[in-house]
């Protein structure tokens, strides 16, 4: 079998004051997949495919998606917001794009319903959305991608196989030793499956009690020829929703190394060569890799059993040896505590959780506390067991966030096992990662979401933001997504200076 590649959607030419834009329809129903390695499943997937196709748009560009709601009618739920719900409903989101969160573009606000029974009844036609995301000609060319972001189903979604990416194309991909290299994209899915199905997530439990299947571009482990001396450029995504995945490729004697040139679709200063590479769910990375002596290498992950892919280098040696990069465009300016708006006025986050504090099926209390955090449901109440205190309230913004200004973040966990990973993630807006556990990172790195494992203590990050361009209501979250529908989100508004 070839190495797969998700389907791709390529620009159309502008006419006149028209811009170039993608059009893509994502018809999503329960489809049967051949999962390669796996078996067929029967799952809500884009368009029958995991991944759904890559969307390939450049700067100044626009996407223009369709939404197709071929599911059935969502089950009754009258469980509260904050509790598993509208399985059937999706909408998107552009994950890491600086676009606007308002309106028919990056709105994660927004509910693509299915029909109701009585719809069905009738026979009325499967209800279709819009998505129109216009890229700033500005925006920095790399590895994003697309997964449904509705609060109460995303987990569900996401461990069927729901997410894309998308590569705004741009400056980095003119440099001559990468637009030499093969452009492949490794989309690393995490599938809950059991019996041919993912289930229903019904209980805390879910996560833990239904196996992971891990694919890479749908596929269990498939094979990646590399030619020695050859240079590929892999774009990783991290579409993971439960584990963060610390990487590398290795063979039975020796690795190959990663040289890392972007993270989070922003391009680095310089290329960073690296034996291990750390993805938290969500995060991205593209890096070159250089085919070495010949034989069997693995991409695989610390506590992920089995190989992710398969790197066979074999065949006839590219003499001489294709180049790595010596200079890389400068992708996005630093920013430093200079910049400070207010250098007093920090905000502080901490991902904690309280367990087995609720009665029913969901026990576990999964709070963002600190700065701005949700206000507890009673004056009187026992926080711990507070069903409202630091947990989403879609009434309620926790941050207010002005244009033009610039501020300092310090997000930790108060967890204590090292595999409860809480990775925080902004809409909207990069941030510059500038310390991780009170050291300082040389250089900095500019992300959009960052994992934070559990210790004694737990970790924590110090990041530097702007918030530019773009005014209306969104979110923060963890990217556990099962912690997500439980209630670890905020409501982040930006509003104009
Ligand atoms: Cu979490």
Same mark, same amino acid.
């Given at each position: 079998?070839? !190495?797969?590649?998700?389907a791709?959607?390529?620009?159309?030419?502008?006419?006149?004051?028209?811009?170039?834009?993608?059009?893509?329809?994502?018809?999503?129903? !329960?489809?049967?997949?051949?999962?390669?390695?796996?078996? %067929?499943?029967?799952?809500?997937?884009?368009?029958?495919?995991?991944?759904?196709?890559?969307l390939?748009?450049?700067?100044?560009?626009?996407?223009r998606?369709?939404?197709?709601?071929?599911l059935?009618?969502?089950?009754?739920?009258?469980?509260?917001?904050?509790?598993?719900?509208?399985?059937?409903?999706?909408?998107?989101?552009?994950?890491?794009?600086?676009?606007?969160?308002?309106?028919?573009?990056d709105?994660?606000?927004r509910?693509?319903?299915?029909?109701?029974?009585?719809?069905?009844?009738?026979?009325?036609?499967?209800?279709r959305?819009? @998505?129109?995301?216009?890229?700033?000609?500005?925006?920095?060319?790399?590895?994003y991608?697309?997964?449904?972001?509705?609060?109460?189903?995303? &987990?569900?979604?996401?461990?069927?196989?729901?997410?894309?990416v998308?590569?705004?194309?741009? +400056?980095?991909?003119?440099?001559?030793?990468?637009?030499?290299? &093969?452009?492949?994209?490794?989309?690393?899915?995490?599938?809950?499956?059991?019996?041919?199905?993912?289930?229903?997530?019904?209980?805390?439990?879910?996560?833990?009690?239904?196996?992971?299947?891990?694919?890479?571009?749908?596929?269990?482990?498939?094979?990646?020829q590399?030619r020695?001396?050859?240079?590929?450029r892999? %774009?990783?995504?991290?579409?993971?929703?439960?584990?963060?995945?610390?990487?590398?490729?290795?063979?039975?004697?020796?690795?190959?190394?990663?040289?890392?040139?972007?993270?989070?679709?922003?391009?680095?200063?310089?290329?960073?060569?690296?034996?291990?590479?750390?993805?938290a769910?969500?995060?991205?990375?593209?890096?070159?890799i250089?085919?070495?002596?010949?034989?069997?290498y693995?991409? $695989?992950?610390?506590?992920?059993?089995?190989a992710?892919? @398969?790197?066979?280098?074999?065949?006839?040696?590219?003499v001489?040896?294709?180049?790595?990069?010596?200079?890389?465009?400068?992708?996005?300016?630093?920013?430093?505590?200079?910049?400070l708006?207010d250098p007093?006025a920090?905000?502080?986050v901490?991902?904690?959780? +309280?367990?087995?504090?609720?009665?029913?099926?969901?026990?576990?209390?999964?709070r963002?506390?600190?700065?701005?955090a949700?206000?507890?449901?009673?004056?009187?109440?026992?926080?711990?067991?507070?069903?409202?205190?630091?947990?989403?309230?879609?009434?309620?913004?926790?941050?207010?966030? $002005?244009?033009?200004?610039?501020?300092?973040?310090?997000?930790?966990?108060?967890?204590t096992?090292?595999?409860?990973?809480?990775?925080?993630?902004?809409?909207t807006?990069?941030?510059?990662?500038?310390? $991780?556990?009170?050291? $300082?990172?040389?250089?900095?790195?500019?992300?959009?979401?960052?994992?934070?494992a559990?210790?004694?203590p737990?970790?924590?990050?110090?990041?530097?933001?702007?918030?530019?361009?773009?005014?209306?209501?969104?979110?923060?979250?963890?990217?556990? !997504?099962?912690?997500?529908?439980?209630?670890?989100?905020?409501?982040?508004?930006?509003?104009?200076?």
């Amino acid at each position: 079998m070839p !190495f797969p590649q998700p389907a791709v959607a390529r620009s159309r030419p502008g006419h006149g004051p028209t811009v170039p834009s993608v059009e893509q329809t994502l018809d999503v129903r !329960f489809t049967e997949v051949t999962v390669p390695g796996h078996g %067929r499943i029967t799952t809500r997937a884009y368009n029958g495919a995991i991944p759904g196709p890559t969307l390939r748009v450049r700067g100044g560009g626009v996407l223009r998606l369709t939404h197709v709601n071929g599911l059935p009618p969502n089950p009754p739920h009258d469980g509260g917001h904050n509790i598993p719900h509208h399985p059937n409903s999706f909408n998107l989101h552009t994950h890491g794009m600086h676009v606007s969160p308002s309106g028919h573009a990056d709105n994660v606000l927004r509910e693509f319903a299915p029909r109701t029974a009585r719809q069905v009844a009738a026979g009325g036609p499967e209800p279709r959305y819009t @998505t129109t995301v216009h890229v700033p000609a500005g925006h920095p060319a790399g590895t994003y991608w697309y997964h449904p972001h509705l609060h109460g189903s995303t &987990a569900e979604q996401i461990a069927g196989g729901m997410a894309g990416v998308i590569i705004v194309e741009g +400056d980095v991909d003119e440099v001559p030793e990468i637009k030499a290299a &093969a452009d492949i994209v490794v989309c690393i899915s995490e599938l809950k499956v059991k019996d041919g199905k993912v289930p229903a997530f019904t209980s805390g439990n879910w996560m833990t009690g239904v196996p992971s299947v891990f694919t890479v571009n749908g596929a269990v482990n498939p094979t990646l020829q590399l030619r020695p001396g050859a240079v590929q450029r892999w %774009r990783l995504v991290a579409a993971t929703a439960f584990t963060s995945l610390r990487l590398e490729v290795a063979g039975s004697r020796a690795r190959l190394p990663m040289h890392q040139i972007a993270q989070d679709g922003i391009t680095f200063p310089r290329t960073v060569t690296l034996d291990r590479l750390e993805l938290a769910m969500g995060n991205r990375a593209d890096v070159l890799i250089r085919g070495g002596t010949p034989g069997r290498y693995e991409l $695989r992950a610390d506590g992920v059993s089995g190989a992710l892919m @398969t790197i066979e280098v074999a065949g006839e040696p590219v003499v001489p040896p294709m180049a790595l990069p010596t200079a890389l465009p400068p992708g996005r300016p630093f920013l430093n505590e200079q910049d400070l708006t207010d250098p007093g006025a920090d905000r502080k986050v901490l991902f904690h959780a +309280d367990q087995g504090v609720f009665p029913g099926t969901f026990p576990n209390a999964f709070r963002i506390l600190g700065t701005g955090a949700t206000p507890p449901a009673g004056p009187d109440a026992d926080l711990t067991r507070d069903p409202a205190y630091g947990l989403f309230d879609p009434g309620y913004v926790n941050h207010t966030l $002005r244009l033009g200004t610039v501020e300092r973040w310090t997000v930790r966990t108060d967890e204590t096992l090292p595999p409860h990973n809480h990775p925080f993630h902004l809409h909207t807006n990069p941030f510059l990662v500038t310390h $991780r556990n009170g050291r $300082r990172l040389d250089p900095p790195v500019w992300h959009d979401t960052v994992g934070l494992a559990g210790g004694t203590p737990g970790d924590s990050v110090t990041f530097l933001a702007r918030y530019e361009d773009f005014i209306g209501r969104t979110i923060a979250h963890c990217h556990q !997504f099962h912690h997500e529908d439980l209630g670890m989100m905020q409501t982040i508004d930006y509003v104009k200076r």
